[in-house]
């Protein structure tokens, strides 16, 4: 059976070395969702993209909290973000800023549409560390 789409990635149980919280919470176990894990989930999206050749679709998920962020997310491969954490924070007003900001932020890039970006910057995220 084939598979129509896939979910990368929500959590990690990795620690990054830029993570900035206070001690007790870095040495807590369990999985680390929102801000912390943008890069490595971005990083995981384009390898996803570039694995299937751009032929499944992806939803982003991880440390998205603006328009910049959703973009960067599209550019490494994802058809789709998710928002999860700054709309448990924020409320559900922060869903019209993100948009407002990657429209932004996709004009700005010359990009007429989402599908355009998609995975336009999937290698150069695949390599980073």
Known sequence: SAVDGVIVSNTTTSRPDTLQAPPAIVAQSGGLSGRPLKDLSTQLVARVYLKTKGKIPIIGVGGISSGDDAFEKIAAGASL????????????????????????????????????????EAEAWSRQK
């Open 81 to 120: 973000v998710q928002v999860y954490s700054l709309l448990a924070l924020r409320g559900p007003g922060c869903v019209r800023k993100v948009k407002r900001e990657l429209a932004a932020t996709l004009r700005e890039k010359g990009f007429k549409c989402v599908q355009d970006a998609v995975g336009a």
